[in-house]
């Protein structure tokens, strides 16, 4: 089949590789209807991240049809349209009973190499860093899925593949921030970062009641489309002296109830703290660009939530003593897929949730490597570039 | 002493300092891995104490939780023979220990007798067994054990599994990867693998 690989640093291309078969008797393999770029992609095809081997296949955000079933599967069957959530589960383990399936117990292969890290590892995720598991990814003509009957989801009549697609990572992960922000009626929710997760963490807060919500970024149109498809408030932070002071205005002096970070260790900022972070991270004497996550603890008013969906390393200058003085409750993981996607469906189903917004480029896997490009290096308004393999 | 000599020695200091520490932070991974003596891991796993002891006494069982490290295989009387992947055999033989099992190294006359303890060192005159901790002799004739008790609550079986140095040699977390591969096959059925794997690589296509 044909995959799109990761050579090296900044080096991908589409090569021809071996199809997915069934390896274990829950397993599915799904033929890939589309397959979607995502921000955190970013952190290893830049160098950040290590735990890539030349000639992985990525790729997470996905949704297909399913193409073959193990022996063991049984609430699945071929020709079933499907979207899967990027995080795999077992459904069996301490993790995935208590919905917290991100942090499985049993789904990842390389779970040695991410213990000394963690000291707990996370679950298997497809298409990303070998810590992580070493799954092969989704931005290929089919794609093996452990566990098919808890991972797996039909996609209703009526939710287009475009609408379902999002449901696999950013939607989810999105209202995984909005829900540990615990709103309430009249909450003011701020949301740095205007990519595909920030802009779904917005129309989640919506969703679940907050009564304003406001989005941070510095792209003319990525804050476009949080207005007018979310029905956010916006404040671009290269246009202002000091967002913590724009925020605490535009709350009568309180400062938001919670705040999302939803960008990541490749964060951008101004001024002296972001060519430090720069200097450093480039120096590899850091992991991280942490400027949208400080600001969001500086942010946030006493006692409120900071809700952290942005991938991060391990992240210099936290300021803890902020925390700790204000009093601030830190929520925070991957996203846990399988809690939220059958809601998110019948969100979408009922018209409450707008995701197709988030496709603004669309082309054949063939093409992808230019899809990364135009994705990262935010061409032609790229928020997301959908590959049809 | 010069400058020169006396940089040098701050940096020594340092370098040393600093591995120090991190043998402090990560137990069990430098301390433990990089050491001659047993590698060591506990998970939780939740299952009855029987079932994770009777998965622990089935060779199949334990060829598959090792994997790409060795294979196993049980003979008569009940002998276990390991191939290791690096190269070379290993006899053993089960016996029962409190709360769990070990496999004892063994030759062709059985299972190897551990040489007379040395309680103290202080007491051993002859030189060479100066710092072994009581009972360590002992404990290089296992190449691998396992002990139970039970989880608080209803989290199952604390499992702690341990793993003589030739087993785990070269593999980073052997004890950690067999215990998570066993919880993953008694909780589900499957032991996770990403093997053959869609790749751009030779081995891989």
């Excluded at chain 2, 989290?155 to 066993?182: D, I, K, N, Q």
Aim: aromatic share 6%; with cysteine.
């Amino acid at each position: 089949m044909r995959a799109l690989v990761w050579n090296g640093v900044n080096d991908l291309a589409v090569e021809t590789v071996r199809d997915p078969g069934i390896l274990n008797p829950h397993d599915v393999v799904l033929d890939v209807t589309l397959t979607v770029t995502c921000g955190s992609d970013l952190h290893f095809i830049d160098g950040y991240l290590p735990g890539m081997r030349a000639g992985d296949v990525f790729g997470h955000e996905f949704m297909g049809v399913v193409a073959e079933v193990g022996p063991e599967v049984r609430r699945l069957a071929v020709g079933d349209r499907v979207v899967v959530p990027s995080f795999i589960g077992c459904g069996e383990c301490f993790y995935c009973t208590r919905d917290m399936w991100s942090l499985c117990d049993t789904t990842n292969p390389n779970a040695a190499l991410q213990q000394p890290v963690l000291g707990y590892p996370s679950g298997g995720i497809y298409g990303y860093t070998h810590p992580f598991g070493g799954y092969a990814g989704s931005h290929a003509e089919f794609v093996r899925v452990p566990f098919g009957d808890v991972n797996c989801f039909p996609v209703p009549e009526g939710v287009s593949d475009v609408q379902a697609l999002f449901t696999s990572d950013a939607v989810p992960t999105g209202y995984t921030g909005a829900d540990y922000c615990d709103i309430t009626p009249g909450d003011t929710v701020a949301v740095f970062g205007a990519g595909a997760v920030g802009l779904m963490a917005a129309a989640s807060a919506k969703l679940l009641g907050a009564e304003r919500v406001i989005v941070v970024d510095r792209l003319p149109e990525r804050l476009e489309l949080a207005r007018t498809r979310v029905g956010a408030e916006t404040v671009d932070y290269s246009e202002v002296d000091s967002v913590q002071e724009v925020l605490r205005e535009a709350t009568g002096g309180r400062g938001p109830d919670a705040v999302i970070e939803a960008v990541g260790m490749e964060g951008h900022g101004t001024g002296v703290q972001e060519a430090y972070d720069r200097a450093k991270q480039a120096l590899r004497l850091e992991t991280d660009r942490a400027t949208p996550l400080r600001e969001a603890v500086l942010a946030c008013r006493k006692g409120g939530v900071v809700a952290v969906l942005g991938v991060y390393g391990l992240t210099d200058k936290f300021p803890m003593g902020v925390v700790l003085n204000k009093g601030l409750t830190i929520r925070a993981s991957q996203q846990h897929g399988q809690r939220y996607v059958p809601r998110l469906l019948r969100h979408i189903a009922d018209g409450e949730l707008d995701t197709s917004f988030l496709a603004t480029h669309e082309m054949p896997l063939e093409d992808s490597v230019r899809g990364y490009e135009m994705f990262k290096e935010k061409q032609d308004g790229c928020l997301r570039a959908v590959f049809r393999p | 002493m010069d400058v020169t000599q006396k940089a040098r020695e701050k940096a020594r200091e340092a370098v040393a300092s600093a591995v120090g520490a991190a043998a402090r932070v990560l137990p069990g991974h430098l301390g433990q891995q990089g050491g001659g003596g047993p590698a060591r891991q506990t998970l939780t796993i939740a299952r009855p104490a029987a079932e994770v002891l009777a998965a622990w006494g089935d060779a199949a069982v334990v060829s598959r939780l090792l994997g790409e490290v060795a294979s196993v295989r049980q003979g008569p009387g009940g002998r276990w023979t390991f191939t290791l992947a690096s190269g070379g055999e290993l006899a053993a033989e089960p016996a029962e220990v409190d709360g769990g099992m070990e496999l004892r190294r063994a030759d062709a006359d059985g299972p190897r007798e551990p040489q007379e303890d040395v309680r103290d060192s202080e007491d051993d005159t002859e030189g060479g067994r100066t710092g072994e901790q009581p009972g360590q002799r002992e404990d290089e004739e296992v190449l691998l054990r396992v002990t139970t008790r039970p989880a608080p609550g209803d989290l199952g079986t604390e499992v702690t599994c341990e793993v003589a140095r030739e087993l785990s040699a070269g593999v980073g977390g052997v004890p950690f990867t067999l215990l998570y591969r066993l919880r993953a096959l008694l909780l589900t059925g499957e032991v996770p693998t990403i093997e053959p794997q869609p790749a751009a690589r030779e081995e891989d296509r």
